[in-house]
């Protein structure tokens, strides 16, 4: 990386760490992430969450080590819906096994070797048994044995833990009140303890193919609708997608606002996906992560660092911060995670009942993606509202995205007489003119 895109780069991050500090995450990643060649960048990178003051509650999963562990001892793999039977002889194993992940990444946790990632960490892990768990018991015939499920969790003790500074790390193992151990999933631990904390962030590293749409392009983000669109629409989703998806829509339901899913084979994955505005996995939320909004004062600064390069290139008139303090209200933003990008103003002419659609903007990284399309449908909705029946804009570059949605060639004779009387001769903007529907 050179200076310039660190630089960057890092700049961008500035308001993610901002953001992140004393928020708590869980993160849930299985035992094949353990045993993937690029596992201790994993651990350096949690590593570095917790040194920007994350508080991080740490779930793994060992299906790869228990499965591993069983065809040792000669055992045969029992999976009914998804969930492994486990007999008493099977426990033994499953201890065995969550019991060595565990210990390996403690290990891990609490390496300090100097020039290492590690070093100075001083990385305290605390775990105990936060976890109550029931059997499944008998479903449909089938006994599942000493396979459980989460009863409860700790939230207090846990969050005890983290007000101490410590990484809270949870295996697949439960406790009931009898003292007796159940072999749990580690999905349905972490989706228990993001919902016992009320958690800021549930981030899943899968093992299989990311979430992608109909034409297999990756998806970036879901709302909970568009979830469970997903889910009734495409039964033949992966196992994994689907769960996790029903894991995302549980867990954003019962109040933890952001769920991520991500490729646990993408290196930095997690860094990736927090500090960057688009991030790298698939983002389910029931919160506003992106919409249009009304411009404030506050919104000044942000709109002019948007413009200034148009305004530069010629594809935009010059603005003032001036003029754009008094003409605020007539703004409409895009946000994207607190980002501002995009924007576009609405001018009405209630005598002619004419808009101007003017300042159409939006940042380079989301050009050709449909953001300025919600701008003028937004704009479209304002001037119906204002009861105004046709929009105009004037333009010298960008005449061929207007005529393709709808705008029609013009005359200066055609503007609001005010408007005519403002027109710049020399900048010999061309007009274009859209009637709005069910505004004649």
């Known amino acids: 990386m050179d200076a310039t895109h660190f630089v960057q780069w890092f700049r961008q991050a500035g308001p993610y760490i901002n953001a992140h500090r004393g928020k708590t995450f869980v993160v849930l990643f299985g035992g094949a992430a353990v045993e993937a060649d690029h596992f201790s960048s994993l651990i350096h990178d949690l590593a570095l969450l917790h040194s920007l003051g994350v508080r991080l509650a740490l779930v793994h999963g060992a299906r790869t080590q228990v499965e591993e562990r069983l065809h040792e001892a000669g055992r045969q793999l029992r999976y009914v819906n998804g969930l492994r039977l486990t007999d008493a002889a099977d426990l033994r194993y499953v201890k065995q096994a969550v019991g060595r992940v565990r210990i390996r990444i403690e290990a891990r946790l609490s390496m300090g070797v100097a020039n290492s990632p590690m070093h100075g960490a001083r990385l305290r892990v605390a775990s105990g048994n936060v976890v109550t768990a029931r059997p499944l018991g008998v479903r449909d015939g089938v006994d599942y044995g000493f396979t459980g499920e989460v009863r409860k969790v700790d939230a207090q003790a846990i969050r005890l833990w983290l007000e101490q500074d410590a990484i809270v790390l949870l295996s697949p193992l439960g406790y009931s009140p009898t003292g007796e151990i159940f072999n749990l999933s580690a999905e349905d631990v972490a989706t228990a303890t993001a919902m016992a904390l009320g958690a800021d962030k549930l981030l899943v590293l899968s093992e299989g193919p990311g ?194 949605r709808g705008f029609e060639p013009a005359e200066v004779a055609d503007l609001p007489v005010e408007k005519q009387t403002l027109y710049n001769w020399q900048r010999r903007s061309k007009v274009f003119i859209k009637s709005l529907p069910g505004m004649q």
């Open 211 to 404: 979430l992608r749409d109909a034409a297999g392009r990756p998806i970036r983000e879901l709302s909970l609708s568009d979830a469970e669109r997903l889910l009734a629409e495409h039964p033949a989703l992966p196992e994994e997608a689907a769960r996790h998806l029903r894991l995302a829509l549980r867990a954003c339901q019962s109040g933890v606002r952001r769920v991520h899913l991500l490729g646990q084979e993408i290196e930095g994955a997690l860094l990736l996906e927090l500090f960057t505005r688009d991030g790298v996995g698939a983002l389910i939320t029931a919160d506003i992560y992106e919409g249009a909004r009304p411009a404030t004062i506050d919104d000044v600064g942000g709109i002019l660092e948007l413009i200034r390069p148009l305004e530069t290139d010629g594809t935009l008139v010059w603005r003032s911060r001036e003029r754009l303090e008094m003409e605020i209200e007539r703004f409409t933003l895009l946000e994207r995670d607190g980002a501002i990008i995009g924007c576009a103003a609405l001018y009405p002419f209630p005598e002619e009942r004419l808009g101007e659609l003017a300042c159409v903007a939006v940042h380079p990284a989301y050009r050709n993606s449909g953001r300025a399309d919600t701008l003028l449908r937004f704009i479209e909705r304002q001037a119906g509202e204002q009861r105004l029946q046709r929009l105009f804009v004037l333009t010298t570059r960008t005449a061929h995205w207007f005529r393709e």
